[in-house]
């Protein structure tokens, strides 16, 4: 069976055949898992994705179509949607939005001018968010930085949802505001 096509592999996994399964997942394995992992961060959750993966793959075998893609895209899409899903619904942690500047690093390959100028863009950056109202500070934190929707940031602070997108809205005008250079608008707009 391990010379199989994918798609001979996935028609065994949804007839239920041990040795397709078993040479599917072993198949698959490594790359699901990586993206899993890739997107959540985090061993323990992307194990629990990469099994919910397998699963909705055995499930939903049969609906596969060959005419949409390879077996291995459609894998991992349905992998990338569930470690999405996932990491979403992992409860806030918040952090000190301090913290969370502290960890302004220029990029790995950037040389010394550039490690300066990023240097004092982030200074720029952690002085106009520093002066943010700390409810503000802690929306943009959650939005930007955790990539929490505006309903999420509205239940975790347990605000209304007007509140919540006001709060984010309010702070990124702002930040705008203090990051522009004198006599240059912004491209954002």
């Known amino acids: 069976m391990w010379a199989a096509s994918d798609e001979a592999l996935l028609a065994g996994l ?51 179509d060959v005419r949409r893609g390879p077996v291995a895209a459609w894998l991992l899409a349905i992998t990338r949607n569930l470690a999405i899903d996932s990491v979403r619904l992992r409860k806030a942690e918040p952090l000190d939005p301090e913290s969370l500047l502290a960890l302004g690093i220029p990029e790995p390959g950037a040389g010394p001018d550039e490690r300066a100028i990023a240097g004092e863009d982030i200074d720029r950056l ?3 968010i520093a002066l943010l109202p700390e409810d503000q500070k802690r929306a943009l934190v959650l939005a930007a930085f955790y990539g929490r929707t505006a309903r999420e940031i509205s239940d975790s602070e347990q605000v209304p949802l007007g509140t919540a997108k006001t709060r984010i809205r309010a702070a990124m005008i702002k930040l705008r505001s203090a990051l522009e250079v004198k006599g240059e608008r912004s491209d954002l707009r």
């Open 14 to 64: 949804a007839t239920g055949d041990a040795d397709a399964i078993a040479a599917f997942v072993r198949r698959f394995q490594r790359r699901v898992f990586g993206l899993a992992m890739a997107i959540t961060g985090d061993q323990g959750q992307a194990e629990d994705v990469a099994q919910e993966a397998f699963a909705r793959a055995w499930r939903h075998a049969q609906a596969y």
């Open 126 to 128: 952690r002085r106009a």
